[in-house]
């Protein structure tokens, strides 16, 4: 850890003898029954040492096919997403793909992510940091470890210092990823903490044929490697039923199983 105490939204700090942070729910808002999947999500983190942000995308920009379903939009969204902030009292962080999404993404979410595929995209990550939320940066599956620090530089460029680096694997010739946690000391050298994505990075892009294949039964070694490494918090995506999920459904983590492998993960 390299990085001084900072908070990072209301509720969230990380520095030395912090709690993990935990970015946790289904890959995209399927409508109104996100709020339940919300409140099952709450219902299985509870009293677990850790820091809750609950994640869900409006969008889904990024699909191997142009068929692929993308949720439910920047408005209906949103408006979910601070009905589950009201009720739970928990921070929210949802991607942008748009530097005109940032601003009213922001008035309702306290972290804004930036996509893998679009981390180097300089106007993107200048209306994030512009915002003073938080932002969370994930690494390319391209992109070298040390080369991290331009993304992040990027955001601090507007005054904004709450940056946070997210590993997501490394393309692995064709249709795997693997995660390099030898890597994990050049990230952390940016200054930023580093999270483990542990959900996407057992994905097997295109592996369905037009669709992002995967493993979720692998995300649990990941997640105990990565304690084991010391990131500073990790990134699951979860669902009650994740078969049902328009995106992402072979690499989501069952919710039934989400507190038993935090336990092993954090003991």
């Known amino acids: 850890m390299s990085f001084s105490?900072?908070?990072f939204a209301e509720g969230i700090s990380l520095g030395e003898g912090r709690n993990p942070l935990l970015i946790a729910g289904p890959c995209v808002?399927?409508?109104?029954?996100t709020i339940e999947h919300a409140h099952q999500t709450a219902e299985a983190l509870s009293g677990l040492p850790i820091q809750w942000v609950f994640k869900a995308s409006f969008d889904k920009a990024?699909?191997?096919s142009g068929s692929g379903k993308r949720g439910v939009g920047?408005?209906?969204g949103l408006s979910i997403l601070?009905?589950?902030?009201?009720?739970?009292?928990?921070?929210?962080?949802t991607d942008v793909h748009l530097p005109e999404q940032c601003a009213p993404a922001a008035e309702i979410c306290d972290i804004l992510q930036i996509p893998a595929f679009l981390c180097r995209q300089t106007d993107l990550l200048l209306a994030a940091g512009k915002t003073k939320r938080a932002v969370n940066i994930k690494k390319g599956q391209f992109l070298a470890p040390r080369d991290c620090s331009h993304a992040a530089e990027k955001v601090r460029g507007t005054g904004n210092e709450k940056v946070l680096l997210t590993e997501r694997g490394t393309f692995f010739g064709y249709g795997r990823l693997v995660v390099d946690f030898a890597s994990l000391p050049d990230m952390q050298a940016h200054g930023c903490p580093v999270l483990l994505d542990a959900t996407h990075s057992v994905q097997a892009p295109g592996g369905l044929d037009g669709a992002t294949g995967g493993d979720w039964k692998r995300a649990p070694i990941l997640l105990r490697a990565g304690a084991a490494a010391g990131y500073d918090g990790f990134?699951?995506?979860t669902h009650p039923n994740p078969k049902e999920s328009p995106s992402d459904a072979e690499n989501m983590i069952p919710l039934q199983h989400l507190r038993e492998i935090l336990e092993e993960c954090l003991s």
């Not at 808002?29 to 029954?33: D, L, M």
């Not at 009905?83 to 929210?92: C, D, S, T």
């Open 82 to 93: 601070a009905q589950i902030k009201e009720a739970l009292g928990v921070p929210i962080l």
């Open 74 to 76: 920047l408005q209906e």
């Open 235 to 237: 990134f699951i995506e």
């Open 29 to 33: 808002i399927q409508g109104a029954e």
């Open 5 to 7: 105490e900072t908070t």
């Open 62 to 64: 990024n699909r191997t």
